[in-house]
């Protein structure tokens, strides 16, 4: 039986570019508005910390194995 291989690649983008907007809006809104920024900044960093742990790529006796790398 084949083993079935998936990644969360675009999640993980999409968390990144989010913490990045908000870390560049972060010093313009208003300080009670920087508040609920740094919430969300809080929640995003869990939610990568999370994806990070439970979707590591899988140990077959001390290897690592991944995706290869597109080439552009």
Do not use: W
């Not at 999409?14 to 740094?38: C, G, M, N, P, Y």
């Not at 969300?40 to 899988?58: D, N, T, W």
């Amino acid at each position: 039986m084949a083993k079935i291989n998936f990644t969360l690649k675009n999640i993980t983008r999409e968390i990144t570019k989010a913490e990045k907007k908000l870390r560049a809006i972060r010093a313009k809104v208003a300080k009670s508005d920087q508040k609920k920024v740094d919430l969300e900044l809080r929640g995003l960093a869990k939610c990568s910390k999370l994806v990070a742990y439970f979707c590591r790529p899988l140990v077959h006796y001390g290897q690592t194995f991944s995706a290869k790398p597109k080439k552009k």
